[in-house]
């Protein structure tokens, strides 16, 4: 519930995922568009995480262990995103792959337990702070840009708070 005022992670919330229906459910056709209609099985649509979470978790019956959607995976953690992170973490522009790529993919790791999702996130992160850190340290001096532009929300935020920081010890030390 520490999310629950952060606009970050009601955005991330937001965000569409692929799913796949595993049965027919009457009166849905509007996720499609097609109102009034049903959404047929093995349709696919793109839902809400916080709607798709919740419809992949709850069963169509106590005896049965198929749930209402399975959930495909979306874009900003497919393989070729992932091996462009591990290859170079500097060069991947996390803001024009998902504004709060780091909230999402802690969500989706965490839904997934997905250990390896995790640790790439994590060694991407250790990463991109210190590059953010150079920068920030670096900010009344004309740099390259680029890299500030690929930030993500968190991204964008760890480096004012660094900028702000290391304005407030320069003129701490001056004094």
């Keep these: 519930m520490s999310d629950y005022y952060d606009l970050d992670a009601i955005l991330a919330d937001g965000e569409k995922i692929p799913c796949r229906f595993n049965m027919s459910v009457p009166g849905l056709g509007y996720l499609e568009g097609n109102p009034g209609k049903p959404v047929e099985k093995d349709t696919k649509v793109e839902l809400p995480l916080w709607l798709a979470e919740v419809l992949a978790v709850c069963e169509l019956s106590e005896a049965s262990q198929t749930s209402f959607i399975d959930l495909?995976?979306?874009?900003?953690?497919?393989?070729?995103?992932?091996?462009?992170?591990?290859?170079?973490?500097?060069?991947?522009?996390?803001?024009?792959?998902?504004?709060?790529?780091?909230?999402?993919?802690?969500?989706?790791?965490?839904?997934?337990?997905?250990?390896?999702?995790?640790?790439?996130?994590?060694?991407?992160?250790?990463?991109?702070?210190?590059?953010?850190?150079?920068?920030?340290c670096n900010a009344n001096k004309s740099t390259n840009n680029n890299f500030l532009y690929s930030l993500d929300e968190f991204e964008k935020a760890l480096y004012k708070k660094t900028a702000t920081s290391n304005k407030q010890m320069r003129q701490w030390i001056k004094n």
């Excluded at 790529?101 to 790439?120: C, H, T």
């Design 72 to 136: 495909a995976n979306p874009d900003f953690i497919s393989q070729k995103v992932l091996n462009a992170i591990k290859a170079n973490p500097l060069t991947v522009d996390l803001h024009s792959i998902l504004t709060n790529y780091y909230k999402l993919s802690e969500k989706w790791a965490a839904m997934f337990n997905d250990a390896e999702l995790a640790q790439v996130i994590s060694t991407m992160l250790k990463e991109r702070a210190f590059e953010i850190n150079n920068y920030a």
